[in-house]
């Protein structure tokens, strides 16, 4: 097959990563998970517990492709590759192998304590005579709790309709195992892995999973060699778009490749096996954004030589054929028939792929006039929304010198504007349109970075109304990340400190973009797309002198006060209760000590924390504080929804 690569491949490309951050899949919210169970790993680690590994831990997995939490019960054993490596005081086992264990595979013999040869113990019943008359451990001996399913090795206990935990009690060999030392001295064109992350890896040992090779007759004396901490090391250095074809070729194999074949011939473990050779005969320049698509298909590609060839080689080992009797005859045909299919639709086939909606997501991002906003409609919204800011930021905005480098800006708090309203009206009807709802979606992870608070504090309120929890909290996190003692509150940000920072070489929207947390401003048209206790805000009139009067219906909150009163009500859906009262009590510190421009706001968004806490005094005597604030937005007047 020649390696033609259409036009539209890089503009395909951009908008697949645009699709795929949209499902959760961005470098803020994958490394924020990956943060998660690194904190988990080392308190599990801490009392003795399991070690978490497979797609959750990599997070290399979606909500539709519905991955098991994998986690390995370390055994209580000494594994030695050689005689000279013995523990003495201690049971050892010895890492052997012949001619009848399969690659990948290995057994474990006994050596006694201060003998000088293994001995065979009849009264254990964990220990067998292998063909060759050594004493190894058994690992059938290893037997499933009856209460609980199992898959292989592991057992399984299923805690939802989607989420189940796969548990495989496993022994650990600290040392690089002697069957996988041509990976370490292997000839790299390109340099992947580096020699840094070779030597990491290697440092991580091996597993030996009590499973034998089920076509082996001495099937149950052997174990299978894992490197799984391995690679779940390699795969948290890929980069953004190693990590999305990746999981790419997972969706694929779920949409279009195990419908055909079924779920026992490729399993995401070809897939990744296909990165990993891959990144290493590849330079790595190719692999960027605009090139997502061809590395898919040169993923597919592979897997389709491979298909051929009946032959996959383990990415460790080189001798284990992970394809042996898994692909042949009949198989063999229905897996180079999908395979060919795919490969000749040019990645038209992604427009129909049904895990996590990204199909029918990319038709929208590649064809909705939505998507393809022009700016005409622009000026009327920055005139309308640049009012609510101090006269002088939005005069400065609004001057000639600058108006084209704040373009960008207002695009993007144009995008996020528009993309609530959509969701309000979808959300209004009794059955809500799937199609608005992640055309709204998109609009808003458009506009996320149009500052550092407001679009993804409008982003973070759209998860929180839609009850996707996960998402939420994950772009709160990267908000207090990014809320830096170099961020300005708008109100801080006079227009000598913008001029003095022009002078620094930033331009006004890098400004905006990365040292500015912007007001919150809600229209009614929002409504279903905000939390309640900020409706009462917009039912209330607001009059803001500039040079001329502008009476219209909206709702403005400081950007620190929203953020933790985000915290709260996601934590308190959570049932996060520590992490639920931090949120509280830094909502308070802000109210009491940084003076937020909006008070009365504040304190009407403090008054229904408390009365969620059930501290009605404290949430009384907050609102009645609240009435008897002054505006302070150029002495106008604002009727205050405490009342």
Known sequence: MTLNIPEYYKEVSLRLNRVLDSVGLGEDIR?????????????SVVCGGQRFLGSQAEATTTPGLQSDIDTNVPMDYTIIQNLESRVPGVTNLLVVSDENTPPGYVKLQYVELDLPLPKYNEQNVASKLDIFGRSVLCNDCWKFNIADEHHGPA??????????IDTVSAARLHTWPDKASEWLTRNRRYNWPSKRTIDLVQQTGALLVPVGHKHSPEKHLQWRLSISFGEKLLVWLFNSTQYKCYILLKM???SFIKPVVGNDVLSSYHCKTCIFYLLENTPTTMWQPDNLLLCVEMCLRLLYTWTEAKTCPNYFILDENMFQYKVYGHVQGQLLGVLSNLLNQEGRYLTKMSCDHIGPKLVRTCQSPLLKLELENQDLFSAAHLVCYPIG????LSSQEVSLDVKTFVRKLYCSNIG???ASISLSSESPDQRCLDIAHELLLLGSSSDVTSGKLKLAAFYLVLDNLDMCEGVLNVIHANYTNTVFDLFQLSPKLLKDKINENLTVSEIISHCTALTVVYEPLEMKCIPKALIPEIFRTTIVHTDVYYIFMLTMVDPKVYLHFLEYLCHYRQSKTAQKQFALEDMIYVIQHEDPYFTDTALNLLAYCLRQEGRMIHAYKVLSKSMKMSMKVNNGQRHNAAK
């Open 155 to 164: 057992n399984t206990k299923v805690i939802s309709k989607r989420l189940s």
């Open 393 to 396: 930021f939005a005069r400065l």
């Open 420 to 422: 609530s309203k959509l």
């Open 252 to 254: 694929i194999s779920k």
């Open 31 to 43: 490394w924020q998970k990956i943060n998660m169970w690194i904190q988990t790993q080392n308190m």
